[in-house]
Structures are given as structure tokens and as C-alpha cells.
């Protein structure tokens, strides 16, 4: 799908304050995790920090990894986009289709890019991407880990 129809997609969709559930806010902590297992490589990791629920995209192109910050937001916005649209994975669950309300991001120099890069892109809505708080950072780590320690476990890589 090409960059305007995923932007298209994504502005289309349904925000409202509460995520699916109705039961925690519909906040997003987006980072970019490295994957330690071979062979390594990042990818967007993208928690509601409320109810720790998980989604992955990537990997992200090796050549975003030590590219300049605004190749790493551009290619983090179209992964970002494409999770949404998608329903985080949720195929056949379209009540599960809605943009974020709001989001933040662990790294303060990715969060200004990706909000620009966003912004460029025609997104409207939620304006920005702003910097985590550090609790929210906690519990990206905290699932970070458990997401790793559960990839390692599947591949006998404990």
C-alpha cells in the first residue's frame, strides 16, 4: 500500500479516548527495540502501557538502524500507520480499528521526528507524537523484556 492511501486508511479511522475494551485510555508507547536473537535486528514495538497489551511491527530495514533520524521516523511512521490500520493485528475485529488518541515515544529526538514526519504526511490526528513519561517507559521495558524472554524460550535461546 502506498504511503497517501495508508495515511488515507489511518485518518479514516475512529478516535475516541478509551481504547477498544472501553476499559483504559487508548495511549500508545511506540519504540524502537532491538532484537538481540539471530539475526538481530529492530523493529517497532508499540505497548498500551494500561493493560500491557503488545503489538510488533518490522523488522525495520537494516538501513534504518544508523541512518539519520529522519529515515528512521519516516520508516517508524509507514510501520506505525500500517499497525493501525491493521487493528494491531486484530484481523476481522473492526470495532479493534480505531487511531490513537494520544502516544508517546521513549526517545525525545525520534518523538519530534515522527511527529513531523507524521504531520508531513498528512496525518491529523492525534497531533505529535510526545515524549514518554517515565512510568510508561517502565512498563515498556518491563514488557520489552517479556516479549524477548518469551522469543528466546520458543527458540531454545535461553
Known amino acids: 500500500m502506498d504511503p497517501s492511501q495508508l495515511v488515507a486508511t489511518f485518518n479514516s479511522l475512529p478516535c475516541r479516548p478509551l481504547a477498544p475494551s472501553g476499559n483504559v485510555a487508548n495511549h500508545w508507547h511506540i519504540s524502537v527495540r532491538h532484537v538481540p536473537l539471530n539475526p538481530p535486528g529492530n523493529v517497532l514495538f508499540i505497548l498500551n502501557p494500561a493493560a ?18 529522519s529515515v528512521k521516523a519516516a520508516t517508524s511512521a509507514l510501520l506505525l500507520l500500517k499497525a493501525f490500520n491493521n487493528a494491531l493485528g486484530n484481523q476481522g475485529m473492526d470495532e479493534a480499528k480505531l487511531r490513537p488518541w494520544t502516544w508517546a515515544c521513549n526517545d525525545a529526538e525520534l518523538a519530534g521526528a515522527l511527529g513531523e514526519t507524521l504531520r508531513t504526511m498528512g496525518v491529523t490526528a492525534p497531533e505529535g507524537v510526545s515524549v514518554a513519561e517515565e512510568g510508561d517507559n517502565t512498563i515498556a521495558d518491563e514488557e520489552w523484556g517479556r516479549y524477548i524472554g518469551k522469543l528466546q524460550e520458543m527458540m531454545g535461546d535461553t
Request: charged letters at 10%; aromatic letters at 6%.
Open 52 to 69: 500491557r497489551y503488545v503489538h510488533v511491527e518490522g523488522p525495520l530495514p537494516a538501513s534504518a538502524a544508523n541512518a539519520p533520524m
